[in-house]
């Protein structure tokens, strides 16, 4: 059974850091692009970051570029954003999911989300 | 960045009637013969559950009430008779390029 575990969601000021993981399971993690996907309170869905499966390559919603980065460690089946600079409007639940493997645009698995909030 | 954009922001629909959902793209996601766009349902309180890929091939389990069409810029979420289970918020998404986008959501009710 696929899983997909979110974990280092929080309550951060801003400007301050945070780190979120993701640990995947039921599934060969490396023959998968991997992303995250974001959803502000009551808002809808807000792609963030992906990486191709050997973490060759990484893209960025325009808003997050330079702020956040998007890693995958493949031994240990997990997938990270380092989150830096943050700012209310990143006040989101964030989503680990996994690409379809024909079609690595679409997301097949989503996890169940952790929540960062940014307030001073 | 490819702008998607859903109509209607809501429907009511009532049970067993047909429910269809449109989706509009601000350029064309046809390439090599296949239409890079999908659907998302999403209940309260989970998260999204991929329905639709290629436009209009359905994901594995995915009931056959629920139909995707269309090509280029404009396409269609349809639920052939609407069931208490799938009032939800319907997402269309595309993935031509690197940056994918989302709709702004459809939220589907009884009627």
């Known amino acids: 059974e696929v899983q997909l575990v979110e974990s280092g969601g929080g309550l951060v000021q801003p400007g301050g850091s945070l780190r979120l993981s993701c640990a995947a399971s039921?599934?060969?993690?490396?023959?998968?692009?991997m992303s995250w996907v974001r959803q502000a309170p009551g808002k809808g869905l807000e792609w963030v970051a992906n990486?191709?499966?050997?973490?060759?390559?990484?893209y960025y919603v325009d808003s997050v570029k330079g702020r956040f980065t998007i890693s995958r460690d493949n031994a240990k089946n997990s997938l990270h954003l380092q989150m830096n600079s943050l700012r209310a409007e990143d006040t989101a639940v964030y989503y680990c999911?996994?690409?379809?493997?024909?079609?690595?645009?679409?997301?097949?698995?989503w996890g169940q989300g952790t929540l960062v909030t940014v307030s001073s | 960045d490819i702008v998607m954009t859903q109509s209607p922001d809501s429907l009511a629909v009532s049970l067993g009637e047909r429910a269809t959902i449109n989706c509009k793209s601000s350029?064309?996601?046809?390439?090599?013969?296949?239409?890079?766009l999908a659907w998302y349902q999403q209940k309260p309180g989970q998260p999204p559950k991929l329905l639709i890929y290629?436009?209009?091939t359905r994901e594995s389990g995915v009931p056959d009430r629920f139909s995707g069409s269309g090509s280029g810029t404009d396409f269609t979420l349809t639920i052939s008779s609407l069931q208490a289970e799938d009032v939800a918020v319907y997402y269309c998404?595309?993935?031509?390029?690197?940056?994918?986008?989302f709709g702004q959501g459809t939220k589907v009710e009884i009627q």
């Open positions: 999911t996994r690409s379809h493997i024909t079609a690595a645009g679409c997301k097949d698995y």
């Open positions: 039921g599934f060969t993690f490396n023959n998968h692009w």
């Open positions: 990486i191709k499966e050997d973490g060759s390559q990484q």
């Open positions: 350029q064309s996601v046809l390439s090599n013969n296949k239409n890079y």
């Open positions: 290629w436009a209009s």
């Open positions: 998404q595309q993935y031509y390029d690197s940056w994918w986008t």
